[in-house]
Each structure stands twice: as structure tokens, then as C-alpha cells.
């Protein structure tokens, strides 16, 4: 392979690069929702039976935790804390649902290509 191939494979190669993060930053530099976790104090959670089924959404139970949601970028940072306190199990679902996530009415049902990875954009209409 001569100089010149090489040199347009790497370019190309950069190209995919450079489109991929662009997936994931706008122009902005505002990062987008690939994932998130729900944090919760063991003693306020009978179990996670119930809890978001959301697809790419973790339930993880923290003893003495105040009820969060932590919306997550492509690396796992966090980008936002929302107080879930005064929320139930549906408008919990709901609020999922408006950011963008998919919601599996049991922990067994497929989820839809355009979910399966982020970024996740919200829906205001629902």
C-alpha cells in the first residue's frame, strides 16, 4: 500500500471519528442522554418490582440515598440530577418516557433499534 492510501484511510478513519462524537456533543458542546440510573434509599424501596423499566436505565438502591434520576452522557458522567422525591412509580415512567427513553411493559419484551443505544433526545408532546 502506498503513502497516498494510506493517508486517505486514516482520513477517513478521522472522518467516522469526528461524526461519531458529533452524536454525541451538538455544536454547542452540550452533551446528550445515553443512559441513566435511579438511585433510592433501600428503606424507601419495596423492592424494584415495578420500578422503570426503561430500556438503558439502571435501578440501583443506595442505603440513606434521596431519590434521584442521573441522566448520563456516552462515557457515564453525569449531565443531570433530577429530585424524584415527590414523584410515584408513573410519573417517574412519564418522565422517562419524555426524555426519550423506551419504556418495555415487561423485563422481556424487545426493544426497537432507535433505542437500543443513546443519545436519547426529549419528547414534549407526551
Known sequence: MDARSVLSLLCLALV??????????????????????????ETGVR????????????????PGASPELILLDEQDQQIERIDISGMNREELNSLLQKRGFFRRESPTDAVPDEFLRGPYFPH???
Open 16 to 41: 467516522g471519528l469526528a461524526s461519531v462524537r458529533a452524536d454525541a456533543e451538538d455544536q454547542g458542546g452540550t452533551k446528550h442522554v445515553f443512559s441513566a440510573r435511579v438511585e433510592v434509599s
Open 47 to 62: 423492592g424494584s418490582r415495578g420500578w422503570p423499566r426503561s430500556h438503558n436505565v439502571m435501578f440501583k438502591p443506595i
Open 124 to 126: 414534549e408532546e407526551l
